[in-house]
């Protein structure tokens, strides 16, 4: 708190080490075991052409730079929702003066537990068996690894590879934060820092 500009130090390396982890797959993994690995986790009912299309889409380079370009845009695009939404919600019940940068600063700094999950996933590359390693297979702490167990194509996979218990712990440093931060009760803290995420898990359950 009151140190903005630190933020880059927790920022920088989560995404160095996100990227840099997320390229290293992309380049050592059996690239056309992986092509047909993606295509046999398509839902049933997919159109034939999609098979084709994926195989005459996916290659390193390109998989390389989405997965950049994804890292990087989706974390900017995050931490900017948390910190327009902790912004409005503390001044709405605390009236407290922090800004947008202040915010989007306590989104990097606990946040910064992710680096973990890349050091992880590096650590099953280095132990895998061979280089015809699921990408799901990367995150042993994820929900799905650890409880659901969904077989690729099925509906609740993706759900349970979205999350991981470095989430949770993510989540209970921001409603450490958010009492540290504004004096209010841990109860408040948790119901408003979790809230976006409960919704956007939640009504994602409702649709599967």
């Not at 996100?18 to 009912?45: C, H, K, M, Q």
Request: proline share 5%; aromatic share 16%; glycine share 6%.
């Amino acid at each position: 708190r009151g140190h903005k500009a630190w933020l880059w130090w927790p920022l920088s390396i989560n995404l160095l080490l996100t990227v840099g982890v997320s390229l290293y797959y992309v380049n050592w993994v059996d690239f056309p075991w992986l092509i047909e690995e993606t295509i046999r986790a398509l839902p049933d009912d997919a159109p034939a052409e999609a098979a084709e299309g994926i195989r005459g889409f996916m290659s390193p380079a390109r998989q390389s730079l989405f997965s950049v370009l994804g890292i990087v845009v989706i974390t900017f695009l995050i931490f900017t929702i948390q910190a327009v939404y902790l912004n409005l919600i503390s001044k709405l019940t605390s009236g407290d003066k922090f800004g947008f940068g202040d915010w989007f600063s306590f989104s990097a700094w606990t946040s910064f537990v992710g680096v973990l999950n890349a050091i992880i996933m590096f650590g099953v590359i280095l132990t895998a068996d061979s280089n015809q390693l699921p990408q799901q297979d990367l995150l042993p702490l994820s929900f799905n690894s650890l409880f659901i167990q969904a077989e690729p194509g099925e509906p609740w996979f993706n759900w349970g590879n979205s999350i991981t218990l470095i989430n949770v712990w993510m989540l209970v440093l921001m409603a450490i934060g958010y009492n540290c931060w504004t004096k209010a009760s841990m109860v408040k803290s948790a119901a408003i820092t979790w809230a976006p995420w409960v919704l956007v898990f939640g009504i994602w359950a409702a649709l599967i």
